[in-house]
């Protein structure tokens, strides 16, 4: 946990973040604005598709272009290899279309290849969009760290077109990351954590604002009055209100929360499920839901609010226990997140949190779960 250092208020965003159906089709207008030479980075699920489109795109709007695909993990190596690319084309604007990981190696290569950045997420199963930074991991899967930049993209484009095609599964784990917000931001609000803007040499970064915090209590709002209205719309792929509401607060309600007012626990714990190889087929908000049941058991929440909790996302469809992570509950298995857990600067608690802590947390956790009945 890194306390507030100096009483200086900050707040970061995007420049601009437009979400609407068909964007896909006018991203020449959109790139034109900050340069004539391209390199997208897309997700190797859309590339051939994408491809095909981009190249067909740029070519009648008489820009200059370069696809190229997504190799599949935010590596520091990834960043390097696309980083060349875009140096050897000299490109003057990336856009990042894809998943979270797609758009977090984007952003490296924005930061070191000195770019402008448009970021297009294709499922709203994440807050990575509109953020200043990127999580990185080791070849293996596993969390390693993360980059900070000093800013955060030029423009975030949702086309709701692609999002409602997206698995319903990648909407339910959005969820998930952007219900985490508030519940940490309360949680960093008690400890007075700091944020991750103008991040300082020792780590911390500023006291969050009064709208940060209004922001993260408004991703608690929206989901639980539109959060199965959504995924029931997104099921019948047909965008409804509470749809669109839903993939706002996925993707800029909870980036904009996360990062101006910090993670804690829930993302700490998500982060050390990745330690165990089994945990790779889940996605990162599944991870973050089980967290966040974790997180609140730790700090010992009153019961109506953890059965609030769990209730909404057995409701929505998530996987709440370590089994439905595809996780064997052995003692080691255990004591392998937890101390993977303890090793994360994430752990923003207002309380003592040791190994021993997030041991028994877990076990309590998974117990109590799978005792729950939705009511």
């Not at 070191?112 to 990185?136: E, F, H, Q, R, W």
Request: negative net charge; contains cysteine; hydrophobic residues 40%.
């Amino acid at each position: 946990m890194v306390m507030v250092t100096h009483p200086v208020r900050g707040y970061g965003s995007p420049n601009k973040y437009v979400q609407g159906k068909g964007l896909l089709h006018s991203l020449t207008e959109y790139t034109g604005r900050f340069g004539e030479k391209v390199i997208a980075l897309v997700d190797s699920f859309f590339f051939e598709e994408y491809e095909v489109i981009l190249n067909n795109l740029y070519k009648k709007a008489g820009y200059e272009i370069n696809v190229v695909r997504f190799n599949g993990e935010v590596t520091e190596n990834e960043i390097k290899r696309v980083t060349d690319i875009a140096n050897l084309e000299h490109a003057e604007v990336i856009v990042g279309i894809g998943g979270g990981k797609t758009l977090d190696v984007a952003k490296g290569v924005a930061a070191d290849a000195k770019l402008s950045l448009i970021i297009m997420p294709t499922t709203a199963s994440t807050d990575a969009p509109c953020s200043a930074l990127s999580v990185i991991y080791k070849e293996n899967g596993q969390h390693s760290d993360a980059r900070w930049y000093d800013r955060n993209p030029d423009l975030v484009l949702v086309d709701l077109d692609i999002v409602i095609n997206a698995p319903v599964r990648y909407l339910v784990s959005g969820m998930a990351d952007a219900l985490a917000t508030y519940y940490e931001a309360r949680a960093n609000e008690w400890s007075d954590s700091s944020n991750y803007i103008f991040m300082n040499k020792d780590g911390s970064g500023c006291r969050r604002t009064r709208l940060a915090m209004i922001i993260a209590k408004s991703c608690y709002r929206i989901l639980m009055e539109d959060g199965l209205k959504a995924k029931q719309a997104a099921e019948s792929k047909i965008c409804t209100k509470a749809f669109e509401d839903v993939v706002e607060v996925n993707t800029l309600l909870s980036g904009l929360g996360f990062e101006n007012t910090g993670v804690a626990g829930a993302h700490a714990i998500a982060n050390g499920l990745t330690a165990l190889k089994e945990s790779h087929k889940s996605l990162h908000g599944e991870k973050v839901g089980f967290g966040i049941i974790c997180q609140l058991i730790m700090e010992n929440r009153p019961l109506s609010e953890i059965e609030e909790v769990v209730n909404f996302c057995l409701k929505i469809g998530l996987p709440l226990t370590l089994e439905s992570l595809g996780i064997e509950p052995t003692e080691e298995n255990i004591s392998i997140i937890a101390q993977n857990s303890t090793k994360s600067n994430l752990l923003c608690e207002p309380i003592l949190v040791t190994e021993d802590l997030i041991y028994d947390t877990i076990i309590q956790a998974n117990e109590y779960v799978k005792s729950f009945e939705i009511s």
